[in-house]
């Protein structure tokens, strides 16, 4: 991804450099068509390379077909009143600040109403979710966690009445994580987490969970299944099974310290996004860098409604 960039050029390093970048729509506009077309313009409607005509109100002209559409047309972008130095703005402290904003912060840092703020937020992390991404692979921990609120005397374990959060996590050798991926299941049946499982992660990779019966049907899907009942071994949780417990930990967290846990049912799969994109990018030394990967994926992202948003369909 890194490969032949240059910084202060191809993505900036500082806030200053962002400024400098990125003063007007003008400037968005044609960085958005550098990343959507790096060689030539494609047009979306006949599939035709070809050199697009320019016409007024930023429309491009196909040659071929005659088809009219913007660079912005068919992306998370489209249709959109809000100036795209607002978007750009919102995208550099969203990948910058080292655990993300909240809709208040941003909309206090920005200077828009709240519902901007969260629709901005909202649908860069339906960018955050590539598409071609790979599958887990290697030996990988699969356990399930709970998120919410905590109710006086309420129930406890995979019965109780919150958000079930399933977590797949590489584990590395000798020592480590490598990446993960989160899911909001609507229960802890076998249905719920081998469909995880078999959607996320490599066949014959080895899956390592604890002793719950809804996964006891992995091998039939190609799986090497490595059971660890905690009560048989002595050790905890953590120490039996350290990845997907490390990652729930600095999960409620996260959601405890920057979003106050007040997230939505509805909206929790797009938390979950974010904090994988966050997590998967964990090591990479230059933000500017994760800026820029940001607003490559939202060229490449299809249009989201407001309604999509909304009612929260896009993450079902």
Request: aromatic share 10%.
């Amino acid at each position: 991804m890194t490969a032949g960039l240059v910084a202060g050029q191809d993505y900036p390093r500082t806030y200053r450099e962002f400024v400098t970048m990125f003063p007007d729509d003008k400037s968005c506009l044609s960085y958005l068509q550098k990343l959507r077309w790096p060689k030539v313009f494609i047009c979306p409607a006949c599939g035709i390379e070809n050199a697009a005509w320019s016409l007024t109100r930023n429309r491009l002209l196909c040659p071929s077909c005659r088809h009219q559409t913007t660079v912005i047309a068919g992306t998370i972008f489209d249709k959109t009143r809000t100036p795209l130095t607002t978007w750009f703005e919102a995208a550099w402290h969203l990948t910058t600040a080292k655990n993300g904003m909240s809709a208040k912060t941003l909309q206090k840092t920005l200077g828009t109403s709240y519902r901007v703020a969260w629709t901005l937020l909202q649908r860069y992390r339906v960018a955050m979710v590539c598409t071609d991404r790979k599958a887990l692979s290697g030996n990988v921990e699969v356990d399930e966690t709970f998120v919410g609120g905590v109710e006086h005397g309420a129930k406890r374990g995979r019965g109780a009445h919150k958000c079930i959060v399933v977590a797949a996590v590489e584990i590395m050798q000798p020592k480590g994580f490598g990446r993960i991926r989160l899911r909001h299941i609507p229960d802890a049946s076998a249905n719920s987490l081998v469909a995880f499982v078999r959607e996320t992660i490599e066949p014959g990779s080895v899956i390592i969970t604890d002793g719950w019966l809804g996964y006891n049907t992995l091998p039939a899907y190609g799986y090497e299944h490595t059971k660890l009942v905690l009560s048989d071994s002595g050790d905890p949780a953590h120490i039996t099974m350290p990845g997907v417990h490390r990652v729930a930990s600095l999960l409620k967290r996260w959601l405890l310290g920057t979003h106050q846990g007040a997230v939505d049912a509805s909206y929790l799969q797009a938390y979950l996004e974010e904090f994988t994109f966050r997590f998967n990018r964990r090591t990479s030394k230059n933000r500017g860098l994760l800026f820029r990967r940001l607003i490559d994926q939202a060229v490449c992202t299809g249009a989201v409604t407001e309604t999509d948003l909304t009612s929260g369909d896009v993450w079902r």
